[in-house]
Nanobody, 123 residues
Framework: VQLQASGGGLVQAGDSLRLTCEVS????????MAWFRQAPGKERDLVAV????????NYADSVKGRFTISRDNDQQTVSLQMDGLKPEDTALYYC?????????????????WGQGTQVTVSS
């Protein structure tokens, strides 16, 4: 399984970005998918998670109401729409896949990772 994240960039506060993660492999529809982020000197934290069918989603409190996670099982992609970006959203963003039906909230329970895409928000 390979994950390829894209869509990061340098934006101003209040702008929007859409991150996309393309996933190879035949079992995409069985994976829980998530986006994590990691700022320099900090731990890798969950941003948003979505179940296999897109029915159940959860978000970090810091992004609720601003970010939206979605998935397309036919295209084998998971996306993160980020609106109202703030300087504190600056981080390296990773997509991750978990071979389980239950949502996972910590990095240690995810089996596969993308390479990360940088999001930088200037004030």
């Amino acid at each position: 399984v390979q994950l390829q994240a894209s869509g990061g960039g340098l934006v101003q506060a209040g702008d929007s970005l859409r991150l996309t993660c393309e996933v190879s492999g035949r079992r995409f529809g069985l994976y829980v998918m998530a986006w994590f982020r990691q700022a320099p000197g900090k731990e890798r934290d969950l941003v948003a998670v979505i179940d296999w069918g897109g029915y159940n989603k959860n978000y970090a409190d810091s992004v609720k109401g601003r970010f939206t996670i979605s998935r397309d099982n036919d295209q084998q992609t998971v996306s993160l729409q980020m609106d109202g970006l703030k300087p504190e959203d600056t981080a390296l963003y990773y997509c991750a896949a978990r071979e389980d039906y239950e949502l996972g909230y910590t990095a240690s329970v995810y089996n596969y990772w993308g390479q990360g895409t940088q999001v930088t928000v200037s004030s």
